[in-house]
């Protein structure tokens, strides 16, 4: 490091053990995470980016408009040759430990397109304000993702009937720099750990994954939180009770089990934790603020998920939300991906107008129009999204 920096670390002795001197670090996190450049940095330490809607248009999302949610600091480049992932916990029949090769040679693979959204975003809107990053609407993804079945490698080690959860381990470091201390140890009741879509994957979009999204291994658990699909991963326990990890405790990653008004405090045991994701939807196309001729029709287009649902029905309102017309969309490419949706949409005079969207799950619940239950932490904010069109 001192040749890099053509001078003497005076103090190098203090300096923590995996901590890059500034003098030395990229300054483009575009360039150094292989990003677009419209993508929005809400924090450094530790990185936290966010897409804009007009980035999130292709239908499998690309790395470039993937964004990023780290609790600590990304491992670095690990050496994929010793690398293994261990499986343990009271309710392993055994222990066992894999290299990712015998992972991927003993077990089959699948790919599925999963919808990954964190349970923050949308956050930047709750009023009160929530502390945390401040979500716009970018903390989503729809990645393929390929590997094995988390399933299938449970099922190897064998689990005893009292198991209740799993937890996760990975490798990325806490922020004080204390290696007893983990940044997020999360994860899933066994129903979940056991659906035939939820992945151990070693590939996104059929390369492998990039650094910042867990490589060389990371779970994908698809309609849930994404904080349940732990990144870098090297253990996974069965629990024989609600996993008790980094970030599982209250209140993070719960909301209120009853609907609280804004602002109130509540209790740490009246707070359950989060599973599936609501119903949602994003307009990826136009970028809010085009600007048309008058007479001239518009193609909107955009996607739609529903955590474990599916999307049932799609509408859109270009008077903010008193008429709304329906959209026709697509079946999902297959369980737990979003889906697209698209209208010709006609406007009767010169002036502004805001397009909204709104989608409805297969049980018949709809976006809120404006924000969904307040909550301490700002999450789950699943309000219909909106762009502005100038015409004339
Ligand atoms: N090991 C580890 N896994 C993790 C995280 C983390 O900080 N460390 N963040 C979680 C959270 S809160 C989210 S929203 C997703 C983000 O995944 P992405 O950065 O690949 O988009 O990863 C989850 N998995
Ligand atoms: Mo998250």
């Known amino acids: 490091m001192t040749a890099l920096l053509s001078a003497d670390i005076v103090f190098g002795a203090s300096m923590p053990k995996y901590y890059l001197p500034l003098g030395l670090q990229d300054p483009d996190p575009f360039k150094m995470f292989d990003k677009n450049k419209e993508m929005v940095v809400l924090n ?16 499998v999302t690309p790395n470039t408009a993937m964004f990023i949610r780290n609790n600590g600091l990304i491992p670095d480049d690990p050496d994929t040759a010793s690398w293994t992932l261990a499986i343990d916990g009271e309710s392993a029949k055994e222990q066992k430990s894999y290299t990712l090769q015998e992972l991927k040679s003993k077990f089959k693979t699948h790919t599925y397109q999963l919808t990954l959204e964190c349970g923050g975003n949308g956050r930047s809107e709750f009023d009160p304000p929530a502390k945390g990053n401040q979500w716009t609407i970018g903390a989503v993804s729809c990645a393929k993702w390929t590997g094995v079945r988390l399933r299938d490698v449970l099922e190897d080690v064998g689990v005893k009937p009292d198991a209740v959860y799993i937890g996760y381990h990975a490798a990325d470091k806490h922020l004080s720099q204390n290696p007893d201390k983990e940044p997020i140890s999360r994860g899933a009741p066994m129903a979940k750990a056991m659906q035939e879509e939820t992945l151990l994957a070693f590939q996104m979009n059929g390369a492998d994954i990039p650094l910042a999204h867990g490589y060389p291994l990371r779970l994908v658990a698809g309609g849930w939180p994404a904080s349940v699909s732990g990144k870098w991963l090297n253990r996974i326990s069965i629990r024989n009770k609600v996993h008790d990890g980094a970030k599982m405790e209250s209140p993070s990653y719960r909301v209120p089990c009853n609907p609280v008004a804004p602002g109130e405090k509540v209790k740490d045991e009246d707070m359950c934790i989060i599973e599936s994701m609501p119903v949602k939807s994003l307009i990826t196309y136009p970028k809010s603020g085009a600007m048309l001729k008058e007479g001239q029709s518009l193609n909107i287009r955009g996607h739609a998920w529903a955590g474990e649902l599916e999307v049932a029905q799609m509408e859109y309102s270009i008077d903010f ?51 969904p239950a307040w909550n301490p932490k700002g999450y789950l904010n699943n309000a219909c999204h909106r762009i502005a069109v100038k015409i004339g």
């Not at 450094?44 to 239908?59: G, V």
């Open 44 to 59: 450094d330490k530790p990185w936290n980016i966010e897409a804009q809607a007009h980035l999130l248009d292709d239908k």
């Open 321 to 371: 939300g008193a008429t709304w017309k329906d959209c026709p969309i697509e079946r999902p490419a297959n369980r737990l991906a979003w889906q697209h949706f698209s209208a010709r949409i006609n406007f009767p005079k010169k002036g502004y107008y805001e397009i909204w969207a709104k989608a409805t799950d297969s049980q018949g619940v709809s976006q809120p129009m404006l924000l």
